[in-house]
């Protein structure tokens, strides 16, 4: 069974401050790892990492994959109150047909002002 | 930008009541899923569905749960007896293609058994 572990469970850091976020998994065939956002209730897609590309950025947020260590971590630099979220991590994987994202609990990030 | 869409934001029912939870899915997807969220738990996968037929289902997804196309544009998600402990935040997610492709989420459908 595939399985996605997300660590710290939550984080409570001062704006401006750099957090790191942890997703470690275990999948058959693995195809690809998710980074979604979670508010007041969508997730909302952040980044997706495969084979082809381990490693993506977009403004403060920065995502990395190892495929050989089984992890990816989320960076998030100059920390605003608005990234206040859950981060979930998920994984897809490559059996054709199957399309089940199997989500980690989560990190509860809190930014103080 | 497109979203997906879903209707109610909360549903309140008797236990043993037949709920019906409606999605739009993007426009131009193809691919469709359900995912529920107990309080406090992680999101899990209930249901994928292609061409109008589910694609792959998981334990959770017993006979008391079915979805349909029933038009071009909704995507719905029938409980048939409600138990309490199907109490969840419930999930619409589209993506485009398979083998990958992202998968979008709606804002999803508070369910609250009573």
């Known amino acids: 069974e595939d399985k996605v572990v997300q660590s710290p469970l939550s984080l409570v850091v001062h704006e401006g401050d750099t957090v790191t976020l942890n997703c470690s998994y275990e999948?058959?065939?693995?195809?690809?790892l998710l980074w979604y956002k979670q508010e007041k209730k969508a997730p909302t897609f952040l980044f997706m990492l495969?084979?082809?590309?381990i490693e993506k950025k977009s403004g403060r947020l920065s995502s990395i994959l190892d495929k050989k260590e089984l992890f990816s971590i989320l960076n998030i630099t100059a920390t605003q109150t608005g990234d206040s979220a859950v981060y979930l991590c998920?994984?897809?994987?490559?059996?054709?047909?199957?399309?089940?994202?199997?989500f980690g609990t989560g990190t509860r990030l809190t930014i103080i002002p | 930008e497109p979203e997906v869409t879903q209707t109610p934001s909360h549903q309140v029912t008797q236990m043993g009541q037949e709920v019906i939870l409606r999605c739009v899915p993007i426009?131009?997807?193809?691919?469709f899923y359900w995912y529920r969220q107990i309080l406090g738990q992680k999101v899990e996968f209930l249901v994928s569905?292609?061409?109008?037929?589910?694609?792959?289902k998981s334990e959770i997804f017993d006979d008391q749960f079915s979805v349909e196309r029933p038009d071009g544009s909704n995507f719905t998600l029938k409980i048939r007896s409600t138990k309490l402990e199907d109490s969840a935040m419930y999930f619409c997610?589209?993506?485009?293609?398979?083998?990958?492709?992202?998968?979008?989420f709606g804002p999803g459908t508070r369910l609250t058994v009573l």
């Open positions: 495969t084979s082809s590309g």
């Open positions: 569905f292609y061409n109008n037929e589910i694609s792959e």
């Open positions: 998920a994984v897809l994987p490559a059996n054709f047909g199957n399309e089940k994202l199997t």
């Open positions: 997610a589209s993506s485009e293609g398979r083998g990958g492709d992202t998968q979008y």
């Open positions: 999948v058959t065939n693995f195809r690809s």
């Open positions: 426009s131009n997807h193809l691919y």
